[in-house]
């Protein structure tokens, strides 16, 4: 009897099926945005524009040229006086009777976002372990009313303390330089941090600790070799996390930032091209800011799920 | 090797007693086995041992040095923990080796030392697989391993079989008593299987609510019990208690129940209660007619080569362990006979055996 195989808690085919195309239809309405954004970027700027929007297009690099350069309108008879163009990008600007003058400020924005956002994550987590390790093992005293404390600084909508960090960072001189920016993410980042690791510090049982120091090592060293590499998935899940919010922060960054620090969120949609914003060149920026969040969690999703369903089976 | 020696050991966790007054001794090479039921204090003593509580009060000593303040990881001492503390990203091999990277030692030795470990437990041709998925059997085999490898001073096990089935538990408990006997470790073993306890210990350690009741031999720790709790917790079916009528003085040699005389081992001291618990094994009540007692049979449960009969009387029901030649059926009215050597009285108020001829040449109760 083969029916005796199945349980009441399988899902049927019919209902594999239905789940699967709902999933599949979500899966393709949430891409529309990046596809769109992605093809846009590879569009001429009439192209961009035109109306009824273009699905097939003849793709080009433009988007991207423009997004790395500074250029000038000349005349075609001065372009001409320049003598054959030098690169495969020289050409494609002259097209348009414009000449290269020099780099945009676009790679500079994207290295801070590249510093401040891996910098702020890398402090957030090392500090995170090292408290969440803390708050599971010792004993604290007032130590639920300090993860509370902790919690709390997430309560309260970023508007509302916008104004105060806006005059601490500039009597303090933090204003649009790095250390500012990761110091910021990093405190915002340092609740969610903790809460998420401690939770999977409290899933390592004690006595692996209690092996290791009975074995002779020190309790730092039993935290290093033992503690620490079971904590892989957790320390990988924050990351992701911290990452996706300090890569994509916006409104402090608009607020606190304007020059050395500025990081790419509130400068690519400023990018203005011949006749207004250049819209090709927005959606290059656009996709090449999406390209490491989208790398990184790709290569971690297997910890990224465990952290989101983290708790919910308790082994 | 060493011997391990507590001296007036306590440990209170606030409120809560955990361990009161301990004192005693493990002599070097023994297998000590600490046995009780669940919360009785023996695994925080054990823990106590290895330095990963420190006493509230007194001392302990290994091979004669003071080691009650020194951490954990200085005391040289192995443990196998309960659910093994296999570490999940090691290999087998790595997972043996562990305690060995920590002492820098030349690696060929630390390769040496863990192959004839692996060897001797019969797991060198899993060595280099990843030990989450081992069973249950070879992670024990594992985590003995590790405590091995070291040659610590002694071994500590907390229950280290309780996470194995039963018909496997006795595999391992051969395993580990000729393991002992082959490496004639100190070995201080906590369970809280009177099976277990009685198969492997040279000597068993018996405790209840914080308080060592009895240390002595298996055979002595089950023959002659010092306490109430002792005699009930050891032997399945447990002991039956019998309520004996008045008091005795020291010379006698018999007490009544419900107006049977019942002979027993000549009393030593005298008991001035008004009443007596008297302790009979299964094993020492026989069927017979012309017992001093009777009852009528109100169960009995066939096991194999003999079988378990419950009988009422005046005194309350009583279990008693015959061969299976001994024909009786429900319902009818039966003598006891009770093995008067064995019995033992216990006073009342404080739980304790009345010393008897039973407990001469015994250090039970000195």
Redesign the interface.
């Known amino acids: 009897m083969s029916s005796a195989a199945v349980r009441v808690t399988d899902t049927s085919p019919r209902g594999k099926m239905i789940a699967g195309t709902l999933v599949i239809a979500y899966a393709l309405l949430t891409m529309i945005p990046l596809v769109w954004i992605v093809a846009t970027s590879f569009k001429s700027p009439p192209d961009s524009i035109s109306y009824p929007p273009k699905v097939l297009f003849e793709p080009t690099l433009e988007g991207y040229v423009n997004l790395f350069t500074t250029r000038s309108r000349q005349t075609p008879e001065y372009i001409d006086s320049l003598g054959p163009p030098a690169t495969w990008y020289d050409s494609l600007v002259r097209e348009r009777n414009m000449v290269i003058t020099g780099e945009s400020r676009f790679a500079g924005r994207y290295m801070n976002s590249v510093i401040i956002g891996f910098g702020s994550t890398f402090l957030a987590v090392f500090l995170g372990t090292l408290a969440a390790y803390a708050f599971s093992r010792f004993r604290i005293p007032l130590r639920d009313d300090l993860l509370f404390f902790i919690l709390s600084t997430r309560m309260m909508p970023p508007v509302a303390v916008a104004i105060p960090i806006y005059l601490m960072y500039r009597g303090l001189g933090l204003s649009d330089t790095h250390l500012g920016m990761i110091l910021l993410y990093t405190a915002v980042n340092l609740s969610l941090s903790v809460w998420l690791l401690k939770g999977f510090v409290d899933e390592i049982?004690r006595?692996?600790e209690?092996?290791?120091?009975?074995?002779?090592?020190?309790r730092f060293?039993a935290f290093i070799k033992?503690v620490l590499?079971?904590m892989?998935a957790g320390i990988a899940a924050t990351a992701i996390f911290c990452l996706i919010f300090s890569w994509n922060e916006y409104a402090f960054a608009l607020l606190l930032t304007s020059g050395t620090a500025q990081t790419a969120p509130p400068f690519i949609p400023i990018i203005i091209g011949e006749g207004g914003l250049d819209w090709p060149a927005v959606a290059a920026g656009t996709t090449l800011f999406l390209v490491p969040v989208v790398v990184f969690t790709v290569l971690l999703r297997r910890q990224l799920l465990r952290g989101i369903t983290f708790g919910a089976v308790r082994r | 090797m060493a011997e391990i020696a507590l001296h007036d050991v306590r440990k209170s966790f606030g409120d809560f007693t955990a361990v009161t007054s301990s004192t005693f001794t493990v002599k070097d090479g023994e297998f000590f086995v600490m046995l009780g039921p669940s919360g009785c204090g023996k695994t925080t003593t054990l823990r106590m041992i290895?330095?990963?509580e420190l006493p509230t009060s007194g001392r302990i000593l290994l091979d004669g040095e003071d080691v009650t303040f020194n951490?954990?990881?200085k005391?040289?001492?192995?443990?196998v923990?309960?659910?093994f503390?296999l570490?999940?990203?090691m290999s087998v091999r790595q997972n043996i080796s562990?305690?060995l990277r920590?002492?820098r030692l030349p690696r060929r030795e630390v390769r040496a030392r863990t192959e004839e470990v692996a060897k001797m437990l019969q797991i060198d041709t899993i060595l280099d697989r990843r030990v989450t998925g081992l069973a249950a059997g070879d992670r024990q085999r594992v985590a003995l391993g590790?405590a091995i490898v070291?040659r610590a001073k002694a071994f500590l096990m907390d229950e280290p079989l309780g996470a194995l089935d039963a018909a496997f538990r006795e595999t391992m408990c051969e395993e580990l008593r000729l393991l002992h006997e082959r490496i004639g470790a100190t070995t201080v073993y906590v369970t809280h299987d009177q099976i277990e306890a009685m198969a492997m210990a040279d000597r068993i350690c018996v405790m209840n609510r914080g308080e060592v009741l009895q240390i002595g031999a298996p055979m002595e720790v089950y023959e002659r019990p010092a306490t109430r709790f002792v005699a009930g917790f050891l032997g399945s079916p447990s002991m039956n208690f019998l309520t004996a009528e008045g008091g005795f003085a020291p010379g006698a040699d018999a007490i009544r129940i419900e107006g049977a005389r019942l002979a027993m081992p000549t009393a030593r001291e005298g008991l001035a209660c008004p009443e007596a618990i008297v302790g009979a094994r299964p094993e020492h009540i026989s069927i017979a007619d012309d017992g001093a007692l009777r009852g009528r049979v109100f169960a009995v449960e066939y096991m194999g080569a003999r079988q378990l009969v419950t009988v009422e009387t005046a005194a309350g029901r009583l279990r008693v362990r015959t061969p299976n030649t001994v024909r009786v059926a429900t319902g009818e009215t039966v003598g006891l006979a009770f093995d008067a050597e064995r019995l033992v009285v216990f006073d009342p108020v404080s739980d304790r055996a009345v010393r008897s001829a039973l407990f001469d040449h015994s250090g039970a109760l000195a």
Request: hydrophobic content about 35%; overall charge positive; glycine content about 4%.
């Open positions: 049982p006595e692996y209690e092996a290791a120091v009975v074995d002779g090592y020190t060293q033992v590499p079971q892989r | 290895a330095g990963l951490r954990a990881s005391r040289d001492i192995a443990f923990f309960q659910l503390a570490y999940p990203h562990f305690p920590t002492q590790r070291r």
